[in-house]
């Protein structure tokens, strides 16, 4: 079993949809969950970070983690065209240990 | 602010060639550094991590090395490439222990 699981998709969506991105993973010692977005050819952009369970919104972005279920979400509401781009999850036990990622949700928003 | 540095964007090699890749950071002293490659099809893989001058860690055997000359240097490096060693390089930073923040990549082809 993977450590983190995550679709590879593609999703496709129209434009306007509201997008649900999700990951699992096996860890119970990870604290610290991230969404990172990639357009194509270019490094990984930090979205969105979290400590431990909960919910964190910025603009259209909310991130949710819920730990009893070793979940996490990245929710895009009004989704654009230039949303469109590779989403990975990442998580951390914290301090030195290292980071994991999913291998990314390839997604596309229709016009 | 910080901002890192990664160059060449594109590399095109002959196996058996060797390969410099040069990764700076500005803005910040002392910081965690790190090698990722992104395989197609592939989640990121972390190659080595620098926590300072000299000292490097590497997560997985391979045909590849890391050193460390200077406190926001980071080089990867080969002697002979291999065609496996094809995939797109990623160098990052740790910020506040858990934040990763990558540069713009290297899409290294080796033919």
């Known amino acids: 079993q993977k450590e983190v699981e995550q679709d590879p998709g593609p999703l496709s969506v129209p434009e306007g949809a509201i997008v649900s991105l999700n990951c699992t993973y096996s860890n119970s010692a990870f604290q610290y969950f991230m969404w990172y977005r990639q357009y194509s050819r270019k490094g990984p952009e930090l979205l969105m970070y979290?400590?431990?369970?909960g919910n964190k919104e910025d603009g259209r972005f909310t991130a949710q983690v819920d730990k009893s279920s070793k979940y996490i979400s990245l929710f895009i509401r009004d989704s654009q065209p230039s949303d469109s781009a590779t989403y990975l999850c990442?998580?951390?036990?914290?301090?030195?240990?290292?980071?994991?990622f999913g291998i990314g949700t390839k997604l596309q928003v229709i016009p | 602010s910080q901002t890192i540095h990664q160059w060449p964007a594109t590399l095109v090699q002959p196996v058996g060639s060797p390969l410099s890749l040069e990764c700076t950071v500005e803005g910040t002293s002392n910081p965690n550094l790190y090698w990722y490659r992104q395989a197609a099809g592939r989640g990121l893989q972390l190659l080595f991590y620098?926590?300072?001058?000299?000292?490097i860690s590497s997560e997985v055997p391979q045909n590849l090395s890391a050193s460390r000359p200077q406190d926001r240097q980071f080089i990867l490096s080969s002697k002979k490439l291999l065609l496996s060693d094809s995939g797109f390089y990623l160098c990052?930073?740790?910020?506040?222990?858990?934040?990763?923040?990558f540069g713009s990549g290297t899409q290294l082809s080796v033919l």
């Open positions: 990052a930073w740790k910020w506040d222990n858990e934040k990763l923040f």
């Open positions: 990442a998580m951390s036990e914290g301090g030195y240990q290292k980071v994991t």
């Open positions: 620098s926590v300072g001058i000299g000292q």
């Open positions: 979290t400590y431990s369970s």
